[in-house]
């Protein structure tokens, strides 16, 4: 979390244990699935954002500090979506056999973590190599759960060479990768991905 000035910390808006449990009760309670469990999801999310916009709001109306708030609602994005990829990675893709790696990473003004109300939610999804069915799947099941509820929400899948040798050749990628931030997933191959961006790049 970034220190603001006089020491404060954006606070999280949402209760993260709380928003995991009601993922795993509305899913347990719908047919297997994936396209009946996805309205129970979304429902989910949809009074989870609600009551973080809420939040934020009456934030900014005590304090007037909007770096700060937009702070909170980034802060409470990230929980989205990591509570979606380990509803995804854990309980309805579970892995057969040795576990596909991948890193769910902030790009974007998103990346730098502030988010306004309204704005894009852009993510990228980072690979050590080619992309299997059951990562697709649950690319797939994160970003429809999220344009569910209305959000907007821009995206790109794409192994770590693909992300370093695109960005040789476009300016907006180059920009993306230099603002992006680890969200979930395999924080080892973000790690990799910044490592030799820095090194084959910068």
């Keep these: 979390e970034t220190v603001m000035k006089g020491g404060t910390k954006p606070r999280s808006l949402i209760a993260a244990t709380q928003l995991r449990d009601n993922l795993t009760e509305a899913v347990a ?42 702070e909170a609602l980034s802060l409470a994005e990230d929980e989205i979506i990591r509570s979606l990829f380990d509803l995804a990675n854990r309980q309805l893709f579970p892995a057969r056999g040795a576990e596909e790696r ?52 821009g995206h790109a899948t794409r192994t770590i060479d693909e992300c370093i040798r695109l960005a040789r050749s476009d300016n907006t990628i ?11 997933g395999d924080q080892a191959v973000f790690e990799r991905l910044v490592t030799e961006f820095r090194r084959e790049i910068v």
Aim: proline share 4%.
């Design 29 to 70: 309670n719908v047919a297997p699935k994936i396209t009946e469990m996805r309205p129970a999801i979304v429902k989910v999310l949809k009074a989870a954002l609600e009551t973080s916009h809420e939040l934020a709001e009456r934030q900014l109306i005590a304090d007037g500090d909007g770096t700060l708030c937009a």
């Design 174 to 184: 180059l920009t993306a990768i230099l603002e992006a931030r680890f969200i979930c």
């Design 102 to 153: 991948i890193a769910v990473v902030a790009v974007g003004g998103y990346g730098r973590g502030t988010l306004a109300p309204g704005s894009d939610i852009d993510l990228l999804f980072v690979l050590p190599a080619r992309q299997t069915e059951r990562v697709e799947n649950i690319v797939e099941f994160i970003l429809y759960c999220l344009w569910d509820t209305r959000q907007k929400v």
